[in-house]
């Protein structure tokens, strides 16, 4: 999605064409914001969790930084068309992103919930070296992964037999949830209301 917004962004000849583009391009940045931490959180080993998460916050305002000199630098470029180029040039870590992807393992969880469980044990293994694979951790790891992934599978079964009214009913007639979701609410309106789309833009 992310390459094709930059095309339609850069070829544009029209506002609509910017649009699509700028929609494709910000449904492709939604996904990858909340699935690369989900995906590096389930498969970074514990130690290292936390700061691989944190590593991922730090790139995208590396970034960032990246982007805006970028801009700057087409800024006078071909007959002030440069923007064009500076957009086009955004299909680049796209592209990357797409080549590092091949090597990686599929998500354990997403495997075990499609009832590949040998698969889901090898993807949770690909992480540790082989004398680990051989330990009681992993055995318990993996136990503790399929034990959650059971659990959540009846709550959800159990959920959904109420109806989608019954599951968001549930996010404020359970504390814990309600909890999770005001400070889920909460954290996106500092986000917006500090004003950082105004900086950034």
């Not at 936390?50 to 800024?75: T, W």
């Not at 955004?90 to 990357?96: E, K, T």
Request: proline fraction near 4%.
């Amino acid at each position: 999605m992310c390459i094709a917004g930059s095309a339609a962004i850069s070829f544009a000849q029209s506002l609509a064409a910017l649009l699509v583009g700028r929609a494709l391009i910000g449904a492709a940045v939604g996904l990858v914001s909340m699935t690369a931490p989900m995906y590096a959180s389930e498969l970074a080993p514990p130690a290292t969790r936390g700061f691989i998460v944190a590593l991922n916050d730090f790139s995208i305002v590396a970034a960032q930084l990246v982007a805006g000199l970028v801009n700057v630098g087409f800024q006078d470029f071909a007959s002030n068309s440069g923007w064009r180029w500076a957009m086009g040039l955004s299909a680049l870590p796209a592209i990357l992103l797409l080549l590092a992807l091949v090597p990686l393992p599929e998500s354990p969880r997403w495997l075990y919930l499609r009832g590949q469980i040998a698969d889901a044990r090898a993807s949770l293994d690909a992480r540790r070296g082989a004398d680990a694979i051989a330990s009681d951790e992993a055995q318990r790891d993996f136990e503790r992964m399929s034990t959650a992934l059971d659990e959540e599978s009846r709550s959800s079964s159990h959920a959904s037999n109420g109806g989608w009214l019954s599951m968001l009913g549930a996010l404020w007639s359970e504390p814990p949830l309600r909890r999770a979701t005001l400070l889920g609410l909460l954290l996106m309106a500092l986000n917006q209301l500090s004003g950082i789309n105004t900086i950034m833009y």
